[in-house]
């Protein structure tokens, strides 16, 4: 494994910390600056909304720049918002932080996915995201008990400040160790070995767009993360009013979903490689069985400790595929691999949205697994029709 993918890992980890530890941590926060829950809330809210505008503003006023050169400016942008964070004097400077800080998330992610896959041959791109990925992945089981262990012991700065040095860290990796050049090639059409690919100005990054299967590829993506995020929004509420466990239960179910998504990232990487497309709408099949069966057996404890773990399992194991996927067929299009991540946090959107109207109509608390499962199960017609037309050339519609 090239030590280029152990340094972008290390940046996964510290924005995947930056964005999940700050749960644990928001009743300190509005205690240390006096603010309501809702006001600390939005330390959340304005850090995700921030992600999906970064993605593709920082991405497009970046397309010239060679990609190694964008990553350090992204992770140094990084170690900027978590320092205000952690010095922050008052709530606004806080969540100005949190901004800067977020809007590096989707670049970084999309930018690096290129950088990743080319640091490998061609046959182990989807395992080299993977690997990129996996910084992410543990954050999210690390996330929120390392910001309220850190929190309590030494106070919540103390966190940003720990996620600040993981930061300069990462930056250093990267400069050390990620090639330059990396990420700056692409397959070619006709003999299938990488060539260079030549500074791209915006308009040519937004043609990419006018192909369908990056269309399909950003809906079935939306979709995906649509389904399980409108189910994961409220998994507490089903572990503790349907399935009888207590709230304290809920930190370690949590790492159990956590552990989930390591292990469907690495086994949705390999799958990738062999055969992408199949490995797609199967990890999406099995995201949809698993969120419906969930539902139908949420009461029963040990039956959702296992379905908690494949519901994460099955949701992480499309996310290496779907990016290079897009990314392939953009001809490498760095804005096509961060508008997958903007896709990813509006279907977190759209589904947290609509599990809560299924909670608020009455429909009880199993009711967003239901949702979440209707949703995948579009996301996986529309994979199915998308990989389709890629084996049928002929028939693909004319963007």
Known sequence: MPMGLVALALGGFGIGLTEFLIAGLLPQVASGFEVSEAAAGRLISGYALSVAVGAIALTAATARLPRKQVLIG????????????????????????RIVAALCHGSFFGIGSLVARGLVAPERKSRAVAVMFAGLTVANVLGVPFGALVGERWGWRAAFWAVTAIGVLALAGIVALVPGGAGETRPSAVTGRSEPVPPSSLRAQFRAFRSWQVWLTLTATALGYGGMFGAFTYIAYTFTEVGGFSSADVAWLL???GAGLVVGNIVGGRAADRDRDRALVLSLLGLAVTLAVFGLLAGNAAASVVLVFLMGVTGFASVPGMITRVTDHAHGAALAASANVSASNLGNALGAWLGGLAITAGLGYTAPLYVGAGIVLISVVVMTVAAHLARSPARQPVG
């Open 74 to 97: 992204l992770v140094a942008l990084f170690v900027v918002g978590n320092l205000m964070c952690a010095v922050a004097p008052n709530y606004e400077v806080m969540l100005l932080g």
């Open 255 to 257: 790492m159990v979903y």
